[in-house]
């Protein structure tokens, strides 16, 4: 069997999306309110990254792109309702909260710019 090695945008893609898992992460361990016992967002993250970076199809990239579309759409609509991650980015007294949310934007648009990308060049280099 022969391992395909992943494009620098693949690979930032991957990244990016672990990142904003991470960010999840440190706002729900620092006790921001409003997250379910377990929160979705970092499984589907790290699953959407896991795929991109270690699935054998040069599609991969793709969830990359739809994993961070579906977390920033769903993170501007639930701010624009009050929710969201206003009250994180509103008060960065509250470090945990606002440092997971400022890593989890981060982490999103980079995953997002990077899938651009990825997906534009064929996301993956010679076999």
Do not use: C, H
């Not at 992943?6 to 991957?14: E, F, G, I, Q």
């Not at 199809?57 to 994993?67: K, S």
């Not at 977390?71 to 007294?93: E, N």
């Amino acid at each position: 069997m022969m391992k395909r090695s992943l494009s620098a945008a693949a690979k930032l893609n991957a990244t990016g999306l672990a990142v904003a898992a991470a960010g999840i992460l440190i706002q729900y361990f620092s006790g921001v309110e409003g997250f379910p016992t377990i929160p979705p967002g970092p499984i589907i993250l790290l699953v959407a990254a896991s795929l991109v970076a270690f699935g054998p199809w040069g599609w991969t990239p793709v969830l990359g792109v739809i994993a961070s579309l579906f977390l920033i759409v769903g993170g501007v609509i639930a701010t624009m309702a009050g929710g969201g991650l206003g009250p994180q980015l509103s008060d960065p007294t509250a470090v945990g909260g606002f440092a997971g949310a400022v890593i989890q934007i981060a982490g999103l648009l980079l995953a997002l710019v990077a899938g651009i990308f990825a997906v534009r060049e064929g996301s993956r280099g010679p076999s």
